[in-house]
């Protein structure tokens, strides 16, 4: 993927962060996106601080990176909120609701929108979305984020329909726990609501994999490089877990 250019969302921590540093030293170049300058800026790469939640937002980080470093061929899309603050269905805000579809759906969407049309013009591109496996199986009390979550895996799907003809594919990963810092918010309000230490929130959450353990962001992002790569080729629709072998 030498000089390729690849726009990665979420890209000052975690997952994000990992994939983008991946896809770097495979020789793309890379812009990453999300609201927080702070951490964009102590990653090292190209960035742009924008609320990917707008549409002016996500048309500012596109136009930034074309202007900067050239159309964008590799989309990982990895920005995110969680369920941390979701309630019971019939207790939901549903500003909580309408944030959480902006954010996690809407986004990608308005993304693949301004970025997929030229990749097929230009016959290549990737697309890789980070799901969940809330995509596929539902948590309790969290409607907005498993809902969500379901609809990314549709859209990387019906990219997939329309891009496919033209050299492009598009796929979502789905990971399991991974400890991130989205995922310790989880953790302190599930033992705040428990009276549990965090430490012991993450045993659980450890013990629901064979290996007892919960994911590292590199495992996650591995994965996303490969999607990303031209050994890929062949991937296109798929929804991809990577949870240990565990069911969540």
Known sequence: MRDRVALVTGGGRGIG??????????????????????????????YVAADLGTSAGCAEAIAQTERRLGPVDLLVVNHGIGSAHERLIWEQDPETWRETMRINLDGPFELARLTVGKM????????????ST????AERSGSAYTASKHGVIG????????????????????????????????????????????????????????????????????VI????????????????????????
Request: hydrophobic share 45%.
């Open 155 to 222: 859209l990387a799907r019906a990219i997939a329909q329309d891009a496919g003809p033209f050299g492009v594919t598009s796929n979502a990963v789905l990971p399991g726990w991974v400890r991130t810092e989205m995922a310790e918010r989880s953790a302190r309000t599930e033992a705040e609501r428990r009276g549990v230490a965090v430490e012991q929130v993450w045993r659980e959450r450890a013990e629901l994999y064979p290996r007892k353990r919960v994911l590292e962001p590199r495992e996650v992002a591995e």
């Open 120 to 131: 097929c013009a230009r016959g290549y591109g990737r697309v890789v979305i980070t799901s």
């Open 17 to 46: 962060r990992e994939a983008a540093r991946l896809l770097a030293a495979a020789g793309a170049r890379v812009m990453i996106v999300a609201r927080s300058a702070a951490e964009l800026s102590s990653v090292g790469l190209d």
């Open 134 to 137: 809330a995509g596929e199986k």
């Open 225 to 248: 490089a490969f999607l990303c790569s031209d050994a890929a080729a062949g991937v296109n629709g798929e929804a991809i877990t990577v949870a240990l072998g565990g069911i969540w």
